[in-house]
């Protein structure tokens, strides 16, 4: 492995690039792993989209924090 002061700009992006692949490859693997839960249906829950998605509550467009 070649000294770090060594390495030319170009030889550092590949290294990266490189490192950036291998790392999406792992997260990939372990979202495939992940077990896919599918829940029931919550009774009595909102209808539509989670009103928490967005870290604030929103109940018919009226959106507040907590």
Do not use: C, N, Y
């Not at 249906?41 to 870290?55: N, S």
Request: aromatic residues 4%.
């Amino acid at each position: 492995m070649p000294d770090q002061a060594t390495l030319t700009p170009d030889q550092i992006a590949a290294r990266i690039a490189e490192a950036a692949q291998r790392a999406k490859a792992e997260a990939q693997e372990r979202r495939d792993k992940e077990d896919k839960k599918q829940l029931p249906p919550e009774l009595g829950g909102p209808k539509g989209p989670e009103p928490t998605r967005f870290g604030d509550w929103e109940r018919k467009g009226i959106v507040s924090d907590f």
